[in-house]
Structure formats: C-alpha cells, structure tokens
C-alpha cells in the first residue's frame, strides 16, 4: 500500500472514529438526562477517544514520512 493510500485509510478510520464519538456523547447525554447508566458508555468513550488519538499519532508520523522522504 502506498503512502498515500495508506494516509487516505488513516483520514477515513479518524473520520468514522470522530462520527462515533459524537454519537457516543450524545447517548451518554441522553441516558445521564434519563437518569439511567452510562457508565458502559463512558468506557467505550475512553477507548474510542484513545484510538482516536492513535490514529491522529499514525497519521502525523505518516505525513513526517512522506514529507521527509519526498
């Protein structure tokens, strides 16, 4: 896979991973009005929000690469 192939996957997953975590907010939003659990959620978020920060690492040192290689 080329690197900007591999770039173009990296935005993708960071976009679909960013899509999540605002639907995840909102249902923790709604469960916590509704007075109901959402701790489950609330990890879920935690990883959600560590992966996000995975892939934007990823997609930095990507860059570096090509930047530095170009």
Do not use: C
């Not at 469960?31 to 701790?39: H, I, M, P, R």
């Not at 570096?64 to 290689?69: A, D, E, H, I, L």
């Amino acid at each position: 896979m080329s690197n900007h192939f591999a770039l173009s996957d990296i935005a993708e997953r960071i976009a679909v991973t960013e899509n999540k975590l605002v639907m995840l907010r909102e249902r923790i939003g709604r469960l916590k009005a509704e007075g109901s659990d959402a701790a489950r959620d609330e990890i879920i978020l935690v990883t959600l929000t560590s992966t996000l920060g995975q892939l934007y690492r990823r997609q930095t040192t990507m860059r570096r690469t090509n930047w530095v290689g170009a």
